[in-house]
């Protein structure tokens, strides 16, 4: 009995440890690029994570650029809020704050993300913009925010916007 009873405390303090050392380094696994879909918002967001920073850009917000954060155990503190970390697995993550819960995907390295343009010119935002541009409306049929048919409507659609200039008399 007393063999069974030192074998299950070996196996838990050992299962114990692996733990330990795990949530340590899960943290590490958030390097690297995300997306995320906020439904209630229908807006689409990618970041650029690294040791120091978070760089956001965001479909409606434009680019909200390179910010530090701080991760103090499974806290990151992002633009003077606190948000807990969740690892759900090395492809995804939740931060939870009294007012969000955004659940972040990993996107393939392979992806040009806005923070990782350089030089920063016009044809290579215009790759990069219409890369992002297809990963939102691909977020925006999943989540039901529109149909395939109704989002090929509106972008074929060329109503006319008649634009009238307006002179400004400069001789008062």
Not at 28 to 36: E, L, M, V
Not at 97 to 116: C, K
Request: glycine share 4%; charged share 25%.
């Amino acid at each position: 009995m007393k063999k069974i009873l030192n074998y299950i405390i070996l196996v838990f303090s050992t299962l114990l440890i692996l733990l330990s050392c795990n949530n340590k380094k899960q943290h590490d696994n958030i390097y690297g690029i995300w997306f995320s879909y906020s439904v209630v918002d229908k807006e689409y967001s990618e970041f650029d994570i690294d040791k120091n920073n978070i760089g956001v850009y965001s479909h409606y917000g434009g680019n909200l650029g390179m910010l530090n954060y701080k991760l103090i155990n499974d806290t990151l503190i992002y633009k003077d809020s606190k948000f807990k970390l969740n690892m759900i697995s090395e492809n995804q993550f939740v931060l939870i704050s009294e007012e969000r819960f955004d659940t972040l995907t990993r996107l393939p390295d392979s992806v040009i993300t806005y923070n990782s343009i350089t030089p920063m010119n016009d044809s290579i935002f215009k790759i990069f913009y219409g890369d992002f541009e297809q990963r939102a409306f691909n977020s925006w049929i999943k989540y039901g925010y529109v149909t395939k048919k109704e989002l090929q409507e509106s972008l074929n659609d060329t109503t006319e916007i008649i634009e009238e200039i307006i002179l400004i008399d400069n001789e008062k």
